[in-house]
Nanobody, 115 residues
Framework: QVQLVESGGGLVQPGGSLRLSCAASGNIFSIASMGWYRQAPGNQRELVARITSSGSTTYADSVKGRFTISRNNARNTVYLQMNSLKREDSAVYYC?????????WGQGTQVTVSS
């Protein structure tokens, strides 16, 4: 099994920044990709950003230019730097790891953008 521990969520004012971290442990094996998804009340879960083992990145159109995903491969940790946050970014953010054995999800961390 793989365990994902997320940190960095919280309350931030519009225009502010947060940095989310997700550390993977356990039987990780070879990581194909790690990413961040989010789900707001009444909405389905959506991809925010993803980074592959080769370093290729994918972003949702709504966050391009504001969010940056990165990895520390030695620590099996993925980060999401979120800048210029908007109220519509408020959601539960979930970390996801994909390897050859399956998909693994973190518990989620709440991000609330409000004044």
């Amino acid at each position: 099994q793989v365990q994902l521990v997320e940190s960095g969520g919280g309350l931030v004012q519009p225009g502010g920044s947060l940095r989310l971290s997700c550390a993977a442990s356990g039987n990780i094996f070879s990581i194909a990709s790690m990413g961040w998804y989010r789900q707001a009340p009444g909405n389905q879960r959506e991809l925010v950003a993803r980074i592959t083992s080769s370093g290729s990145t994918t972003y949702a159109d709504s966050v391009k230019g504001r969010f940056t995903i990165s990895r520390n491969n030695a620590r099996n940790t993925v980060y999401l730097q979120m800048n210029s946050l908007k109220r519509e970014d408020s959601a539960v953010y979930y970390c996801k790891l994909v390897n050859f054995n399956g998909d693994y999800w973190g518990q989620g961390t709440q991000v609330t953008v409000s004044s």
